[in-house]
């Protein structure tokens, strides 16, 4: 039996049905398409979906199609308003190899921020 909390939660779903919506999910992936299923789970289907990546100034829509993301994965889910513009005028549209790259370059400057940051930690802790 599924609880009224939950239930409610996924009749609201319903309101957003036939609408654009982003949904960025647990891996941190960004999906946008139109809304047209769900099930008692909060599972729910986009159509005309695509991912988008995002890398600082530049990103890159790659277009997935029919799409079904699970409800565990889903983080948020958000409604786009057609009226305003998709994407700040200073974003650069570039391709997928691209923003591959420059997300990669990303995650390894991380890498290293955190490693750096844990090196000074133990340096002061020595200095005690």
């Excluded at 939950?6 to 957003?16: E, K, P």
């Excluded at 889903?74 to 513009?85: F, H, N, R, W, Y």
């Excluded at 997300?103 to 390894?108: D, L, V």
């Amino acid at each position: 039996m599924v609880s009224p909390i939950l239930s409610q939660g996924i009749f609201y779903l319903g309101d957003y049905l036939d609408r654009k919506l982003l949904v960025l999910c647990l891996d941190e992936r960004c999906f946008i398409g139109t809304f047209c299923s769900f099930d008692h789970y909060g599972s729910i289907v986009l159509e005309s979906a695509f991912e988008r990546n995002v890398v600082e100034n530049q990103y890159c829509d790659n277009p997935i199609g029919l799409l079904v993301v699970r409800a565990e994965n889903i983080i948020l889910i958000g409604e786009l308003d057609l009226s305003l513009p998709q994407l700040p005028p200073h974003m650069t549209s570039v391709s997928l190899p691209q923003i591959l790259t420059a997300r990669k370059a990303e995650r390894e400057s991380l890498v290293l921020k955190r490693t750096l940051k844990k090196w000074m930690e133990e340096l002061l802790e020595e200095d005690m």
